[in-house]
């Protein structure tokens, strides 16, 4: 997807809190139908990217932080640099953001996007994803993916292609240098004894769990030292399906 944390990252735009991955290896191009790309001109008018991925027909999951004046959504993309007959580039044209979303804690850091249903189709390469029920909650331990397309490295530029990580979910204890980490909301993921992490630029993408997705990019340390904090998916379930059912 700390007090170094609080000093770096909480000085610069909310939008520019995004997560990549480090240290993974890249996808089987298009085995991620539901991942998507988005390109985002903040409300400060910079141009910064996320990750986000499909849930409906009509709606994608991202993170609140991603959200700025205009996104644009790419799917059925794997390198971003070369576009194919696959790419369905769509404009949001609404961006829900949780009630609750704090830009200074990033609690409650979800937000739904809306997409015109006329202009997007599911194919082979552009599918949904599954999203965990209200009463699922994920234990430490487990290994978990993210996938996006971030940065390999602190100072390395964003990936052009999609790539994936394996993940450790930790213990609530792993995150206690977050002061704002709350383990009923988020998930505290990667062990910290290891250099693989999501990174800049892969903040919005899932952590997926045996094809659900549990997680969602949210926010990590400067340094990219592991864990990372993925906002859980399973509390926000009823707020989600009002959304979908009032579409």
């Not at 739904?112 to 202009?119: E, H, I, Q, S």
């Not at 659900?212 to 340094?223: E, F, K, N, P």
């Amino acid at each position: 997807m700390q007090t170094l944390f609080l000093l770096l990252a909480f000085l610069l735009p909310p939008e520019a809190g995004a997560e990549e991955i480090i240290n993974g290896v890249e996808s089987k191009p298009h085995s991620r139908p539901y991942m998507a790309h988005l390109e985002i001109v903040t409300d400060r008018g910079y141009v910064a990217s996320c990750g986000g991925f499909l849930i409906s027909q009509e709606f994608m999951m991202t993170a609140a932080h991603c959200k700025g004046r205009k996104i644009t959504v790419t799917l059925g993309a794997h390198d971003m640099k070369q576009e194919e007959s696959t790419w369905q580039k769509l404009e949001v044209s609404e961006q829900i953001i949780h009630p609750n979303y704090n830009s200074f804690t990033k609690l409650n850091d979800i937000m739904l996007l809306k997409v015109p249903l006329t202009f997007q189709h599911l194919t082979h390469v552009v599918g949904t994803i599954s999203l965990p029920t209200w009463s699922t909650f994920t234990p430490p331990g487990r290994m978990c993916r993210a996938a996006g397309w971030g940065r390999t490295g602190v100072m390395e530029p964003v990936s052009d292609t999609l790539r994936e990580v394996k993940l450790r979910l930790m213990d609530a204890r792993a995150c206690n240098h977050y002061f704002f980490y709350d383990h009923n909301l988020q998930i505290c993921v990667g062990n910290p004894r290891k250099t693989r992490s999501a990174y800049k630029g892969d903040s919005g993408g899932p952590l997926l769990c045996a094809g659900v997705a549990q997680g969602i990019g949210s926010y990590r340390r400067g340094d990219a030292k592991p864990p990372a904090v993925f906002t859980r998916i399973s509390p926000y379930m009823p707020w989600i399906n009002k959304i979908l059912k009032n579409i």
